[in-house]
């Protein structure tokens, strides 16, 4: 049964402390990506990866890590830097980063700041 | 900077009816557009891909037009259906796959 598996489905976080967000795929896909999506906003990229052990800032990189140590594996810390992190993150894998493939979605976590 | 504004925010239609959601970018020089569906609290489905050198793809009871030059898309759901009820989503690829999102419609079908 393939896909893209995200957990926690759902998390709560004190103010300063680091949480992780997982996600793993078995499409084996060499692409990998993380969005964050705000009520009424549409999503924005956070990192993406095109390789193991290679990774590039998205649109809003701050506050956040990321590591790519296996290809099915693409973890999001979200810091104790990053301001106002409450909201739902979605990972997303493709079979590569050519222009003509399209992007699968895990099912999301909602991070809450407590 | 690409930007992609869809209209309109929300929509609720009677079941039964064809309807158009509108998508338009900024910026034309694009690899190509998808259209997403999400529903509440879930992640998104992908419902159609257009590259940038086709003008429309079909599947089932959708059909999604590109005028890559005008900077916009349709969504056509024929037939609409309680289940087609939704956010949907449209996204375009400039490059390196960084997809650059809508903030979505709002579909809400009545039996």
Known sequence: ?????QSPKYLFRKEGQNVTLSCEQNLNHDAMYWYRQDPGQGLRLIYYSQIVNDFQKGDIAEGYSVSREKKESFPLTVTSAQKN???FYLCASS???GEGDTQYF????RLTVL | ???VTQIPAALSVPEGENLVLNCSFTDSAIY???WFRQDPGKGLTSLLLIQ?????QTSGRLNASLDKSSGRSTLYIAA???GDSATYLCAVNGGFQKLVFGTGTRLLVSP
Do not use: C
Not at chain 1, 1 to 5: K, V, Y
């Open chain 2, 32 to 34: 190509n557009l998808q």
């Open chain 2, 80 to 82: 609409s259906q309680p």
């Open chain 1, 1 to 5: 049964d393939g896909g893209i598996t």
């Open chain 1, 95 to 97: 079979i590569l980063a």
């Open chain 2, 52 to 56: 940038s050198s086709q003008r429309e």
């Open chain 1, 85 to 87: 992190p409450t909201a």
């Open chain 2, 1 to 3: 900077k690409q930007e």
């Open chain 1, 106 to 109: 895990g099912p999301g976590t």
